[in-house]
């Protein structure tokens, strides 16, 4: 009984769940803010596209010590 009980309550709540309409993903939001104006979601989008100098990345060390640890 108790192990009906528990496929009814998850039938349940699959089917609300799947009633719920999908929001758009996080940088659709952050896009959609930006183009309203929010300075913040513009900065955002702005420092996600601005490409990754080289010189902008830590270098380690001794990289194969990491592949070391693994094994």
Do not use: N, Y
């Amino acid at each position: 009984m108790f192990l009906v009980g528990r496929a009814i309550l998850l039938a349940g709540l699959v089917g609300v769940a799947g009633c719920h309409a999908s929001r758009p993903d996080f940088m659709t939001r952050v896009r959609e803010d930006c183009t309203k104006g929010e300075q913040w979601a513009c900065d955002l989008v702005g420092a996600l596209d601005r490409p990754i100098q080289s010189d902008e990345i830590p270098l380690r060390d001794d990289p194969g010590r990491a592949a070391d640890a693994i094994q």
